[in-house]
């Protein structure tokens, strides 16, 4: 059986963004395809930093609002101060998530008995100790808002686990935060050329 090149390279990428360790979760776009938007402007001007921070705010700010520009130019939308029929900003905020409870992992059950020719290995053991409990997670949420109502038409949740939040490196992060972009922005419609 011969597959597809198209396919493989989907099961590929479906593959890749599974394993990537983080949730998109679009909002439906039917009412901002209804708006039959063109024009945006960004809600809120870039964030200065005269002092230098190390803060990942002020790392990733520059990153979104580049990769976001880009993303929507090339599906049609213009930027656009004095058109702008809607607006783009995000939020960024730190979060916890509850991991998986380290009874339901694995083959750890929270009450004794015997299961025959099946022993708990160190293994099973650290896979329900890393999955159980808090993790710290960063979230971004991307939202366009209608300018004249000042209403929210569309927005998109971005869910990552932090696995070293001591280590920011910011060419892994553009990157990353390229691709993550892309594909929480995958769903706006492309708009014809004026």
């Known amino acids: 059986m011969r597959i597809n090149p198209l396919l493989a390279s989907t099961l590929l990428l479906l593959t890749l963004s599974a394993c990537s360790g ?13 708006g039959n938007y063109h024009y945006y402007k960004w809600r809120t001007d870039p964030l200065p930093n005269a002092a230098g921070s190390s803060d990942p705010l002020y790392a990733l700010d520059p990153i979104i609002r580049q990769e976001v520009n880009a993303d929507l130019q090339s599906k049609g939308y213009v930027l656009d101060d004095t058109q702008a029929q809607f607006t783009v900003d995000y939020l960024f905020a730190m979060g916890m998530l509850q991991g998986e409870q380290s ?17 708990i290995d160190q293994a099973s053991v650290d896979n329900a100790i890393a999955l159980g409990g808090v993790k710290e997670t960063n979230n ?10 000042n209403r929210t038409v569309w927005r998109v949740t ?12 910011i060419s892994g992060l553009e990157k990353n935060l390229k691709n993550v972009i892309i594909k929480a922005l995958h769903s706006l419609p492309t708009i014809a050329a004026q």
Do not use: C, H, M, W
């Open 22 to 34: 983080v949730e998109i979760q679009p909002a439906l776009i039917d009412e901002f395809a209804a």
């Open 103 to 119: 009874e339901l992992a694995s083959n750890i059950a929270p009450y004794p008995g015997v299961v025959p020719n099946r022993r």
């Open 140 to 149: 971004i949420v991307i939202q366009f808002n209608d300018r004249s109502s």
């Open 158 to 169: 971005i869910t990552k686990i932090v696995e070293d939040a001591n280590n920011i490196d």
